[in-house]
């Protein structure tokens, strides 16, 4: 699995050191929105967060982000992390020269082009436009606007130990904390649903003529699904195709994932199957996907709304 790093860089006052709780506040915010912007770009992505100390009068946290994509792929969505931290992200960015936005946010190795500008802002806009992204973002800079000994904070797409070139000065966190509040709004919010193409291993089909759920597997887990598409369900009970119900038995299909709102972030509740575009016997290719998932003991809940591909 390739990995790519995200470093949260925080500037800290001379001869002061953060509190745990501020710090351990604004990375749980942290990884809300990173969780949620990193969702509606590549659902197939995961990270995880690694502490490391850096220079005098500076700490570094540093995010790696894991996925079944290429390098350029994961490369551009830590850009597109890094740039949705801030408010007003979008304007900043197209703002600056090439060469500083290179400088800024990449390392020497990588070239972005005006269409890689212009896509990445189009991604940035995107994922703005969520309460989910932008509420915990908020709460961010509210829990380092409280600790006197943080004077600015930065994020860029690299593990590089050195100090970045834009950091957001202490004088403009209160401004980001509180910039766009949210709505007040006392109902639930209603459950979402998000369609997805993807392969899946077929792990159980039920043989009979029910409403059972298909067991399948894709991104790590394992998940129980509804097959709404009839014509599929009716080929394989009756034997009108030629998919030999065997191992490694792999489907297109569009699967729909019905989510609900808990605490400001969405969860999987519930999946369902609305069609198979087509399927294909290959042993060897769904090792290899069924080999990205964890341990049969991890796998008891199939339903849980935590679990299934995300």
């Known amino acids: 699995m390739i990995e790519q790093p995200v470093t949260i860089y925080f500037d800290l006052e001379p001869n002061a050191r953060p509190t745990i709780g501020a710090i351990g506040r604004a990375m749980v915010e942290f990884e809300k929105m990173a969780g ?4 509606l770009m590549e659902p197939g992505v995961e990270f995880s967060l690694v502490y490391e100390t850096s220079g005098e009068g500076s700490l570094r946290i540093i995010t790696l982000l894991r996925g079944v994509v290429t390098r350029d792929r994961l490369k551009t969505l830590a850009i597109i992390l890094t740039t949705t931290l801030f408010n007003n992200a979008v304007g900043h960015f197209q703002g600056k020269a090439m060469d ?8 020497e190795n990588t070239t972005l082009t005006d269409e890689d500008i212009a896509r990445i802002a189009e991604a940035v806009s995107k994922i703005e436009r969520s309460e989910t992204v932008k509420t915990p973002r908020r709460e961010f800079f509210k ?26 000065p202490r004088d403009e966190f209160l401004e ?41 597997f894709a991104n790590g887990h394992e998940f129980g699904a509804k097959m709404l598409d009839e014509r599929f369900k009716h080929q394989i009970l009756e034997g009108t195709t030629d ?17 609900v709102n808990e605490g400001g972030l969405w969860y999987n509740k519930s999946y369902a199957v609305t069609e198979v575009h087509s399927w294909r016997q290959n042993p060897q290719q769904a090792d290899l996907l069924l080999a990205h998932g964890s341990d049969d003991d991890e796998q008891d809940d199939q339903n849980d709304n935590k679990n299934g591909p995300r």
Do not use: F
């Not at 500083?100 to 390392?107: M, P, Q, R, S, T």
């Not at 904070?153 to 130990?161: L, M, S, T, Y």
């Not at 509040?181 to 899946?200: G, H, M, Q, S, T």
């Open 36 to 39: 949620e912007a990193i969702y």
């Open 100 to 107: 500083e936005v290179v400088e800024a946010l990449a390392d």
């Open 143 to 168: 829990a380092v606007e409280q600790d006197q000994a943080i004077s600015g904070v930065a994020a860029v797409p690299n593990d590089k130990d050195k100090r970045p070139e834009v950091i957001v």
């Open 176 to 216: 980001r904390a509180t910039r766009h509040p949210a709505i007040e709004n006392e109902d639930v919010a209603e459950p979402r649903v998000v369609p997805e193409r993807l392969e899946v291993v077929l792990v159980q089909p039920p043989l009979i003529d029910s409403n059972r759920q298909w067991k399948l």
């Open 243 to 259: 998919l030999r119900l065997a191992g490694g038995v792999i489907l297109d299909v569009t699967l729909e994932v019905t989510q």
